[in-house]
Structure formats: structure tokens, C-alpha cells
């Protein structure tokens, strides 16, 4: 499985953007797919994530109601919608997998990265 990030760019302060995560490999759908964070020197933190059939979700307490996190199998996409966008938001944003049944969210347990997609939130 590889993946590939998209979306980000400059937000104004209290918008929305999308990103998106598209998979390359058939066995996507076996993964649990998070979406983390890096700003400036700080550490690269997990902002919500889901499991392989996407009834399992976890959201971070700062973004809980305004970040959503959804995936489409068939389409080997994962999608994080990010709403009522904060100064705090802007950050570098990965997604990253792990071939694992449960839910991770700690950073060891995703060994498949994306590239980073920058996220900027003018105020």
C-alpha cells in the first residue's frame, strides 16, 4: 500500500477545507487509515482515525465537531473534512496506515506514510 495526500492550502480563519488520502494497493481496505499533524516545532500528533470498515472512529478532543473522518473502500480514499478552521489547525497533515484489525492512534503503529499537505489558516 502506498499513500498519496492532497488538499490543504490556505484557509480563512472559521473555514473548511478537505483533504484527501488515496491509496494505491488492494489491500487498503484491511488498514486502518489516521490522519496526524506536525506545526512548528512540535511533535507529530494523531488528529483522528479509522478503522478498516469504518465504524470505528477517533477524533482528537481539539477537533472533535469540526473534523469528520470518512473513508470509501472501493475508492481507496480516506477524507478528512475540516471545518471552523482555528489558527491552531495550521499544520503539516499526513495520513498514515496500519495493517491492523483495531484502531491505533499512537504514531509507532502506522508504518505507511504519505507526504505532508500543508494547511494554513490566515486570521
Known amino acids: 500500500v502506498q499513500l498519496q495526500a492532497s488538499g490543504g492550502g490556505l484557509v480563512p480563519l472559521g473555514g473548511s477545507t478537505r483533504l484527501s488520502c488515496e491509496a494505491s494497493?488492494?489491500?487498503?481496505?484491511?488498514?486502518?487509515v489516521a490522519w496526524f499533524r506536525q506545526a512548528p516545532g512540535k511533535e507529530r500528533d494523531v488528529v483522528g482515525a479509522?478503522?478498516?470498515?469504518?465504524?470505528?472512529?477517533y477524533y482528537t478532543d481539539s477537533v472533535k465537531g469540526r473534523f469528520t473522518v470518512a473513508r470509501d473502500n472501493a475508492k481507496l480514499t480516506v477524507w478528512l473534512q475540516m471545518n471552523s478552521l482555528k489558527p491552531e489547525d495550521t499544520a503539516v497533515y499526513y495520513c498514515?496506515?496500519?495493517?491492523?484489525?483495531?484502531?491505533?492512534?499512537?504514531?509507532?503503529?502506522?508504518?505507511?506514510w504519505g507526504q505532508g499537505t500543508l494547511v494554513t489558516v490566515s486570521s
Open positions: 498514515a496506515a496500519a495493517n491492523d484489525y483495531w484502531l491505533p492512534i499512537v504514531r509507532f503503529r502506522y508504518t505507511i
Open positions: 479509522i478503522n478498516w470498515s469504518g465504524n470505528d472512529i
Open positions: 494497493g488492494r489491500s487498503f481496505s484491511r488498514y486502518a
